[in-house]
């Protein structure tokens, strides 16, 4: 399965255009520093947050501690999109990856928003309809049992032209596609051994795409 639906692990630059209106609602930018949480699973809270600067790592975890990233946030998004809906509890994690800059909002405000400006509510339509496309890529990705296609689906997805450097770490990836780092290590050295990748420092350069698609296709799911 490879995609060709515009569908994209990163959010980032959707809410630009409004950066003055929520800086006109929200207190000034706090700073979190790298490894932070913002919000956890499971907490109650009808505040929604803007991420003016850094990058934020939504994610999902289980009783055995394993953990599941789902999107990577990063300038001019919008985190915390399930405290949209007053009083029920937040689904997913939310943790700087980087040091961060956030305003906070709260829902209603964000409903103010949308009654107001006719825009701003097509573009958060638009955002959470970019969101759920990709979460459905994502629950299809997932119901394949090669990890060695999930990377490859994953890959295939978000590196689209233009920079070509996958700045994630093993590790991140394995997070990312539900797999061990072991696993992930091994198919790296298979794409390193077929000229698709070649590493630079944490992560690595995707040098053939269409290389890795046809290697794809080639694998029973």
Same mark, same amino acid.
């Given at each position: 399965?490879?995609?060709?639906?515009?569908?994209?692990?990163?959010?980032?630059?959707?809410?630009?255009?409004?950066?003055?209106?929520?800086?006109?609602?929200?207190?000034?930018?706090?700073?979190?520093?790298?490894?932070?949480?913002?919000?956890?699973?499971?907490?109650?809270?009808?505040?929604?947050?803007?991420?003016?600067?850094?990058?934020?790592?939504?994610?999902?975890?289980?009783?055995?501690?394993?953990?599941?990233?789902?999107?990577?946030?990063?300038?001019? &998004?919008?985190?915390?999109?399930?405290?949209? #809906?007053?009083? $029920?509890?937040? @689904?997913? *994690?939310?943790?700087?990856?980087?040091?961060?800059?956030?305003?906070?909002?709260?829902?209603?405000?964000?409903?103010?928003?949308?009654?107001?400006?006719?825009?701003?509510?097509?573009?958060?339509?638009?955002?959470?309809?970019?969101?759920?496309?990709?979460?459905?890529?994502?629950?299809?990705?997932?119901?394949?049992?090669?990890?060695?296609?999930?990377?490859?689906?994953?890959?295939?997805?978000?590196?689209?032209?233009?920079?070509?450097?996958?700045?994630?770490?093993?590790?991140?990836?394995?997070?990312?596609?539900?797999?061990?780092?072991? &696993?992930?290590?091994?198919?790296?050295?298979? #794409?390193?051994? $077929?000229?698709? @990748?070649? *590493?630079?420092?944490?992560?690595?350069?995707?040098?053939?795409?269409?290389?890795?698609?046809?290697?794809?296709?080639?694998?029973?799911?």
């Amino acid at each position: 399965m490879t995609n060709s639906s515009g569908v994209s692990y990163f959010f980032k630059g959707d809410f630009l255009p409004y950066r003055g209106a929520f800086e006109r609602r929200c207190p000034p930018p706090m700073k979190l520093h790298k490894g932070m949480c913002v919000s956890k699973s499971g907490e109650g809270r009808d505040w929604m947050y803007y991420l003016c600067r850094g990058t934020l790592r939504v994610y999902a975890g289980n009783c055995e501690g394993n953990e599941r990233t789902v999107a990577l946030l990063g300038d001019d &998004s919008l985190a915390g999109l399930d405290c949209f #809906l007053p009083g $029920e509890t937040s @689904i997913m *994690t939310i943790a700087c990856m980087t040091d961060c800059w956030l305003m906070p909002i709260q829902n209603n405000a964000v409903e103010d928003m949308v009654r107001e400006d006719a825009s701003f509510a097509a573009t958060l339509v638009r955002y959470y309809c970019k969101v759920m496309r990709q979460l459905c890529f994502d629950a299809a990705n997932q119901s394949i049992n090669s990890v060695f296609l999930r990377l490859g689906n994953f890959l295939l997805t978000n590196w689209d032209g233009g920079d070509n450097r996958v700045r994630l770490s093993q590790q991140e990836l394995a997070y990312a596609v539900n797999s061990s780092r072991a &696993s992930i290590s091994r198919a790296c050295r298979l #794409l390193k051994q $077929e000229g698709i @990748i070649a *590493t630079e420092g944490v992560g690595f350069r995707l040098l053939d795409r269409e290389g890795l698609r046809r290697l794809c296709e080639r694998v029973p799911q």
